[in-house]
């Protein structure tokens, strides 16, 4: 199985808790050079709800976009908000009580959703999707539980998506598994498998890359996305030097970024 989609080494280890996720959102929130951001963006996709819309996210992570985008939530939503990791779950409680408002949380593996048809004006998977193992019944079951005229907001990556610090992270990595960084949903490849299911998909480009100016957030960054036992201290040692000098001689280190939403409709 694909690193990608290992279910128990995204549950006990990558996102046993929200640290790891965390440190990567805090990268782009500090770094990016779209002054939207890109939570604010997404979210701009779902103000064409109704007033009263049902809305179920699949994979909430830290729930960050719905923190992000409080003031911007209508009062009469209802919002479930899912993840497969427990404590992906608690940190999302953890930050979005202080709202004041009734989210409702729950464990769910995105295969097998617990919803009757014709449940949701909108389903979200926000970088999630290529989490899944199976996709294809994981799309199927969104389609079922949508309201006929019910949305899919799925976000991804391209093939173009933080290249540099895949290069990076490659050359620090001991563990040599081919599917390492191999993604299953991108935005191109992610049209065929929405089709399969949806007979309308609309794709969106987020104009966006990363000018970082300081070098500890990116080892954070760099720390967060590899497990300890695939780390390379040695080899993280000498990628640091390289970049403070780069970051001494240029002011900025510059990653590409590559991403975007599908919106697919019944």
């Not at 389903?123 to 539980?145: C, G, Q």
């Not at 890359?209 to 993280?236: F, Q």
């Amino acid at each position: 199985m694909q690193r990608f989609t290992d279910q128990q080494y995204l549950i006990k280890d990558q996102y046993k808790d929200s640290s790891n996720l965390e440190s990567r959102i805090v990268l782009h929130q500090r770094f990016s050079t779209n002054p939207q951001g890109w939570f604010n963006w997404v979210f701009d996709t779902l103000v064409k709800l109704p007033a009263a819309a049902n809305v179920l996210e699949l994979g909430c992570g830290s729930a960050e976009m719905w923190r992000v985008c409080a003031s911007r939530i209508p009062a009469d939503w209802v919002i479930t908000l899912t993840d497969i990791s427990d404590g992906m779950l608690d940190a999302a409680w953890r930050s979005l009580v202080p709202l004041g408002r009734g989210f409702k949380f729950e464990q769910m593996n995105a295969q097998s959703i617990p919803y009757g048809e014709k449940t949701f004006d909108a389903v979200i998977a926000n970088h999630m999707l290529f989490h899944v193992p199976d996709r294809k019944k994981s799309l199927n079951e969104i389609k079922r539980v949508l309201k006929d005229d019910g949305r899919l907001i799925a976000t991804t990556v391209g093939r173009d998506h933080m290249q540099q610090m895949y290069q990076w992270l490659k050359r620090i990595n001991t563990n040599e598994r081919p599917d390492m960084f191999i993604n299953p949903f991108t935005l191109e490849n992610g049209p065929e498998q929405l089709q399969e299911i949806f007979s309308q998909v609309k794709r969106s480009q987020y104009l966006d890359n990363l000018h970082i100016t300081e070098i500890n957030p990116l080892i954070a960054y760099i720390r967060s996305s590899i497990g300890v036992t695939d780390l390379s201290e040695e080899k993280l040692e000498e990628l640091i030097k390289e970049l403070s000098v780069v970051l001494k001689k240029e002011g900025k280190i510059f990653i590409t970024k590559d991403s975007g939403m599908f919106e697919a409709s019944k």
